[in-house]
């Protein structure tokens, strides 16, 4: 009888193996084939693996099937306290009831096992110690092939790492990319980045990963060295594992209370550059039933190290780039500053621009073109003398062609600088119309650059809603209807539906109720900002022979046609307008010319700016 009991053991152990062979490749399959070969083989009523983390020094339950968890927590505490004091780890039996008892035994090398079996079983089962030796090969070997898989993996991303941070200089995006990849490599939650103000000695956060409403709280947290985790990482300039962070007197709880997010384990490592500490990366929230241990600590510095270098490349190119458009701001407020009535039109018209173009999903380097050349579109009036500019009597024809050269100087002063260069289209041809009537270079629909169509409808609106001194701001209902009115002959009608979405979004901050009324106008310039000259007797209202009045130009007398604004391009012509005791109006740029008359002797309706008697038609239109 025991020949035949052993016989049988011996088919049941070479089945299992087989099975083994065939779908134990990861080690939850392989464990959960464990489980149901103790049920069929010994009759178990209970079957537990337990396995001891050297970087933790704790043990903890890999898988269970049949017993309660407080059952298991004192074989936990013995296997991990017997292995973290370098005790011997032996097999033992415990009699249960009902002819049954527990049995534990260890797994991998009986003098450093890796972990613990432990199962229900009746007493004195046959073939015991065979199971286990068999499940200890097969559960050592799966995981060596999981090592191996996860090095690959971690491999993989160091080299991805690499890749990543030699392929931008976008400190937002560069962080993003290192941090989603070493969440991923770690198997955590989320991913956070500390960098350190030099000025204050405090930590700042600077990227969260997942939920953009938490990470939008926690940017406002400053963190001074020392304080919480992140800050003795900083300060100790030391990596710090934390298995429990509600149990470590260190953590920052205010974190969590002002994002709602809940902080259970995390990773601190410091960025250093030169032994200088220059920010902290964090990584919370282990998923899954490994902890954090020292060998993530490893891979974490490695990723860390790989980045530091071009994070720094990074915050100077900022810091570059800021400088640049510092100085740009500078020039365009010292453009506007040539004509009191345009303070703050270039900073207006490149912030409408750039809402533009987010509203039609420009991406980030093509958004800071935008904003270059918004502030700059007009800096070719630094070549055009003041005596023309802010010019009291009509303009003569040379006058007015050296103004409308205006786009042209710059950019011919803007082509030879070469981080401005590409921004030269928005400057060069913000005056062109859709319907081919602009200049310089009477370009048409698409032929006109992008950047180009979007400055148009930016500056025309900033125009239309600015105070001038023969007029007040028009207000917003009115300047909307009149790019509606010229969406495809003034404006390309893509950029006018984009600057319709974007004044909902953002634009309309730039405005507010007029006193004793719900119409929108354009707010006045804020306390401290740049004074200058009162407006001439025109704009208080006083009668004057002949109005100074800038670009764009409406004649003083002009009126609502029919109870309504004019219909033609803004700066509109009033269609009954006509010269003052036998001679021109002395209108400001742009001007009409003296001989442009209508058959009916009016001047013509043209849309600004207007095109010159000689100027009959425009150039014909580029083929292929």
């Given amino acids: 009888m025991a020949e035949q009991l052993n016989g049988d053991l011996l088919k049941r152990f070479y089945q299992l193996q087989r099975e083994i062979f065939a779908s134990g490749r990861d080690t939850d399959s392989l464990l959960g084939l464990l489980s149901r070969a103790s049920r069929d083989i010994f009759q178990g009523a209970g079957f537990a693996v337990l396995f001891y983390d ?24 013995k296997f991990g306290d017997d292995r973290a004091e370098k005790r011997a780890v032996l097999p033992q039996i415990v009699p249960g009831e009902g002819g049954r008892c527990e049995y534990l035994l260890p797994l991998g090398d009986r003098t450093e096992p890796f972990g613990m079996l432990v199962t229900r079983l009746p007493e004195k089962a046959q073939g015991l110690d065979e199971f286990r030796q068999l499940s200890s090969d097969a559960i050592a070997s799966v995981m060596e092939m999981e090592i191996v898989r996860m090095q690959l993996a971690e491999l993989s991303t160091l080299l991805d790492v690499g890749k990543a941070v030699s392929s931008t200089l976008d400190l937002t995006e560069l962080l993003k990319k290192i941090m989603a990849m070493g969440t991923q490599v770690m198997r955590c939650e989320t991913a956070t980045v500390y960098m350190v103000d030099k000025k204050t000695k405090e930590l700042y956060f600077n990227i969260v ?29 030391q990596p710090i594992i934390v298995p429990d962070a509600s149990n470590d007197p260190r953590f920052f709880k205010k974190a969590d209370k002002n994002s709602g997010f809940i902080t259970r384990s995390m990773i601190c490592v410091p960025m250093r550059l030169k032994d200088e500490v220059i920010g902290v990366i964090q990584v919370l929230n282990r998923t899954g039933d490994i902890p954090f241990n020292d060998h993530d600590v490893e891979i974490l510095e490695a990723i860390a190290n790989q980045a530091v270098s071009s994070l720094d490349n990074a915050r100077l190119y900022e810091n570059i780039q800021r400088v640049y458009l510092s100085t740009v701001e500078v020039l365009a407020t010292a453009i506007d500053a040539k004509d009191p009535y345009t303070h703050g039109h270039s900073r207006r018209v490149t912030d409408y621009s750039v809402a533009i173009a987010e509203e039609m999903g420009l991406a980030k380097t093509e958004l800071e073109t935008v904003r270059y050349a918004g502030l700059l579109h007009d800096v070719g009036k630094i070549g055009i003398k003041d005596s023309i500019i802010g010019k009291p009597e009509r303009l003569t024809d040379e006058e007015y062609g050296i103004i409308k050269r205006h786009p042209v100087i710059g950019a011919e002063i803007l082509k030879p600088v070469e981080f401005l260069s590409d921004k030269v289209p928005g400057v060069l041809h913000h005056h062109e119309y859709f319907d081919g009537r602009g200049y310089p270079n009477h370009l048409k629909g698409e032929d006109i650059p992008f950047i180009g169509r979007v400055i148009c409808v930016a500056d025309a609106f900033d125009a239309m809603t600015s105070d001038r001194p023969y007029r007040k701001g028009l207000n917003v209902n009115v300047a909307i209807g009149e790019l509606k009115k010229f969406s495809g002959k003034q404006f390309d009608p893509f950029c006018v539906d984009a600057f319709l979405k974007a004044f909902e979004r953002r634009i309309y901050e730039w405005f507010e109720k007029a006193p004793g009324s719900d119409e929108l106008v354009l707010k006045p310039e804020p306390a401290g900002s740049i004074k200058f000259p009162e407006a001439p007797a025109a704009v208080q209202g006083e009668k004057t022979k002949e109005s100074t009045q800038p670009f764009p130009p409406v004649h003083p007398n002009e009126k609502p046609v029919n109870g309504t604004p004019s219909s033609q391009p803004f700066p509109p012509i009033h269609p009954d307008e006509k010269p003052a005791s036998g001679t021109l109006s002395t209108q400001p740029f742009p001007p009409i010319h003296p001989e442009e008359t209508s058959k009916e002797g009016k001047p013509s309706s043209q849309p600004f700016p207007p095109i010159h008697p000689n100027e009959s038609t425009p150039p014909p239109e580029k083929k292929g």
């Fill in 209 to 237: 990963l997942g939920d953009e409403a938490v990470g939008d709280k926690l940017r406002e947290i400053r963190l001074p060295f020392g304080t919480g985790l992140a800050g003795w990482c900083a300060k100790e300039n």
């Fill in 54 to 77: 050297i970087g933790n020094r704790t043990a903890r339950v890999r898988f269970n099937e049949g017993f309660p968890p407080s059952f298991l927590e004192p074989f936990k505490k």
